[in-house]
């Protein structure tokens, strides 16, 4: 039976804002700053730097998203273009580490916006574990309420963004009291503030594997891919520099995570600032249910296609319109990554890091390999947009390599640990992937 067509334009848009905008803006300016030197103008510039990303590879992939809307995603372009067993590799890194790990560490700062910094990390994980289990169940049994629930919540979210950087532009008060300490001398070390700013652009490319339930995917996932990243790449010049203009980059060198605290409670008072705190939590939330709603339908995708061998994950629940057990498979997998979150932060063995920082660069690179396939069909003049075709393409591998600089100036022995784990995880996987296929033929 075919799924049924779930989603319009405007969700999917709301889809890619809500995925990417929430925890990482909030938690990851001082990061940014810090790293800037505290230098507003170079923080706005990593911050444009990193867009590219994200503004040009959408713009790269929507061209595949125009030819193709099959189940599996960006997945299936690395099967249809290059081997399935690619595909397959990097399938189940994204579904069971990738996206778990990120998952993981986005709804922990939720529960942490929720609780307070000051509260303990048990308390913050065991929260963090409830707000997963409660979204697997609203993602599953309730996929209705859980897309009302992502255009909510991307409504809302874009709410405390708007509310610093609108009043930015008309606020005179002098900044409040800190320590002098910037300009910081930082040389060529500002290319590492796009590692927490990766962060905080993270996950867009998990709404292609909802393709198929997208009304008219052709036009409306290609669209999406355009416009969605125009709005984040906005909010967040407005969000950094209105934080920067009212709390001066000395304070929330100062205060760190707690600057967007700061601010609303300097602008609106107690009251609305714990009204605004809220309007964050959602947003945090808004971010974990939309990466878990895209990410749950990736092993479902893969045992149909052949890819992995599980006919209980590749059979869909007709009520449901999605395999149960892959869907819980993928929740199961979050669970224990913010198991292992917790071990490695009770124990600080990723000093200023943390476990979703393990994926980031290797999952970026991998896109690469997606942006040659789009230059390759513009050399064959199957694409005829110079934009799309080689522009952006070529930009987006740029920003790809520039990222990978950044990370191994942040630590160079950390990063090139992450991408051996990450590495040897996809070789596991592709040796998973020829066994299956020997399997078959023998079979």
Known sequence: MKKGKSYGLMTTIAMIVGVVIGSGIYFKVDDILNYAGGNVGLGMLIIALGSFAIVFGSLSISELAVRHSEAGGIFYYYA??????????????????????????????????????????????????????????????????AGLFQSLSTIIKVVPLLAIAIVSF?????????????????????????????????????????????????????????????????????????????????????????????????????????????????????????????????????????????????????????????????????????????????????PGSDISEITIVFNNLSYVFLYLIVFGLYRKGEVQNKLTGIISPILAIFAAFILLLGGLLTNFKNVSLFLIFCLLFCLAAFAYYQKNLKRKREG
Not at 101 to 121: N, R
Not at 184 to 192: A, C, E, M, T
Request: charged share 10%; net charge positive.
């Open 80 to 145: 249809h273009y290059i081997h399935p067993g690619l595909a397959t590799a990097l399938g189940l890194f994204t579904s069971y580490v990738y996206m778990p790990t990120v998952i993981a560490v986005i709804t922990w700062v939720g529960a942490v916006f929720t609780l307070g910094g000051k509260s303990s990390l048990e308390a913050q994980t065991l929260l963090a574990a409830f707000y997963l289990i409660v979204l697997t169940f609203l993602n599953i049994y309730s996929k209705w309420l």
């Open 170 to 350: 008309f606020w005179k008060a002098e900044f409040p009291e800190a320590p002098a300490v910037t300009p910081i001398p930082v040389g060529w070390g500002w290319l590492s503030g796009l590692m927490p700013l990766y962060f905080a652009y993270d996950g867009w490319t998990v709404v292609a594997s909802i393709a198929p339930e997208i009304k008219n995917p052709k036009k409306n996932l290609a669209r999406a891919f355009i416009f969605g990243p125009m709005v984040i790449l906005v909010l967040y010049l407005l969000f950094f520099y209105g934080l920067n203009q009212i709390l001066g980059p000395d304070y929330i060198l100062m205060v760190g995570n707690d600057a967007v605290v700061h601010a609303t409670e300097l602008i609106y008072g107690k009251f609305i600032s714990k009204v605004l705190l809220l309007a964050i939590i959602i947003a945090v939330l808004g971010v974990s249910n939309g990466m878990l709603l895209g990410t749950m339908r990736l092993p479902q995708a893969f045992a149909s296609l052949g890819w992995i061998d599980n006919p209980k994950f590749a059979k869909i629940d007709l009520k449901y319109q999605l395999s149960v057990p892959a869907s819980l498979s993928v929740s199961a997998v979050t669970l224990f990554w913010l198991g292992v979150h917790y071990l490695v932060s009770k124990w600080n063995l990723l």
